[in-house]
């Protein structure tokens, strides 16, 4: 997400570089590009004026900190900026002091909405809760089973009535049937339409006046741009809505709703959708998403994937084997499964700074590489993997086979192991402080 963007403003802070001092017109220049990247990427354009107008108050005659280059401080009054423009970090639910807390989702035909619910069960889950889907679409074709359908993905109960056509009435079922069950979490999932209509909102508003909701969300589509920020507009007039849900910011999006909405509307964006799984719902945080616009990483995401895909004991004691150096090649698959857990490389390789959009070209490391080594191990015994120097060149025509890869491809992983093993064996004598760091990179990498 916001690739395109984070390249335009990568190439324009890069023209400021070796500049000793910054004249008001290498900052009148910067900016107008700034302003046009803005535009581009569908921030609207309301937005673009006032905070271009505030950078240039603060960059424009400032003295250059002494620890920064004038780029350097261009990009840290941005990044301020942009984390004004995204508002104060406010992803947290707010629960009910009495349980059940109610979560009221509401938006367009489209958005993400059903599937939205199902993320957001399973995140309040990861939380310690309880959480009860309710089935309140009874429009949409197949939109209760769909929800049913997603519930049963991520193992939490679903209320749904196909005979009852009042949806205030299913909905109240819907919350006696969580109470029945003592959860402590009831996400209500509610219809929408095409575009914003009358007899949409007429219904969402019974529904928020019978529950009370906790939280009110509205989902929104990132791709569509300026029309998230219009609809987003109309709900916030209409509904007590207390946050947004932006989904696809996984995608070929601008990402200008993302900066647009919380400075048009004053609301929070709660949570961002970044891919399909269930896992891949992330609470908003304004300062991690102006980092990651302005190429500058997000490692702080990153480290909680990891520690939610990471069992911590298996980590101890692979470190164990790394020291005693044992690692071998069913270590090697353990992590590799591991990584996968966090998400899309490319996902995690544009929250690393340095990647995603910067001046660094992205490593291409293909997931069907990943595929193919790990069916080579699976094709392997357990005998093999804990000893590849049995491997033999029968046993290597053999794995070929069964992982439908040639003998050179099971070749090039095993020397890839190889290589691996004697990094981890140097480390492992530097820390213990039998051998001295070598000068420059290890012979083996390239």
């Known amino acids: 997400m916001f690739n395109s963007l984070s390249s335009k403003l990568q190439g324009i802070f890069g023209k400021l570089r070796g500049k000793g001092t910054l004249r008001e017109q290498d900052v009148t220049d910067a900016l107008r590009e700034v302003r046009l990247a803005l535009l581009e990427a569908d921030v609207n354009f309301r937005v673009v004026k006032d905070l271009v107008a505030r950078i240039k108050e603060r960059a424009v005659g400032a003295e250059i900190l002494e620890s920064l280059t004038p780029v350097q401080h261009v990009i840290k009054i941005v990044n301020e900026e942009l984390c004004a423009v995204l508002g104060e970090d406010d992803s947290r639910i707010r629960y ?115 529950l009370q909701p906790s939280e009110t969300f509205l989902v929104l589509d990132a791709m569509t741009g300026q029309d998230a920020v219009t609809v987003a507009t109309q709900f916030t007039e209409q509904l007590n809505v207390s946050g947004f849900v932006l989904t696809k910011l996984d995608g070929d999006t601008r990402g200008g709703a993302a900066i647009s909405i919380r400075a048009v509307t004053g609301k929070p964006i709660k949570f961002a959708g970044v891919g399909e799984k269930a896992e891949a719902l992330e609470p908003f945080h304004p300062e991690r998403m102006a980092s990651r616009i302005l190429g500058m990483g997000d490692v702080l995401s990153l480290i909680e994937r990891a520690q939610s895909a990471v069992d911590e004991k298996a980590a101890q004691a692979l470190a164990g084997k790394i020291r005693e150096n044992s690692f071998d090649l069913d270590d090697f698959l353990t992590q590799m499964l591991q990584v996968r857990k966090m998400g899309p490389l490319d996902q995690i390789m544009a929250a690393l700074p340095g990647f995603g959009g910067g001046n660094a070209p992205m490593p291409e490391i293909p997931e069907k590489e990943l595929n193919r080594s790990q069916a080579i191990i699976q094709s392997m015994t357990m005998q093999e993997r804990r000893d590849p120097n049995i491997l033999n060149g029968s046993r290597r025509r053999r794995i070929a086979r069964g992982s439908g890869t040639t003998v050179q491809e099971v070749n090039q992983l095993l020397k890839q192991f190889t290589q691996m093993r004697q990094m981890f064996s140097q480390i492992s004598q530097m820390q213990s402080g039998k051998k001295k760091p070598p000068r420059g990179r290890f012979p083996f990498m390239r």
């Open 96 to 210: 009910s002091t009495r349980p059940p807390t109610v979560i009221l989702m509401v938006g367009l035909q489209g958005s993400g909405k059903t599937t939205t619910c199902g993320k957001l069960s399973a995140l309040v889950r990861r939380q310690g809760r309880r959480p009860f889907l309710v089935a309140c679409d009874i429009y949409r074709p197949a939109a209760i089973k769909q929800l049913q359908v997603v519930g049963e993905g991520v193992k939490v109960p679903v209320h749904a009535d196909t005979e009852q056509r009042d949806v205030v009435r299913i909905a109240r079922d819907g919350l006696a049937a969580a109470q029945a069950a003592q959860c402590d979490v009831v996400i209500v999932d509610t219809a929408g339409r095409l575009h914003v209509d009358e007899d949409m909102m007429e219904e969402v508003k019974r529904l928020e006046a019978a």
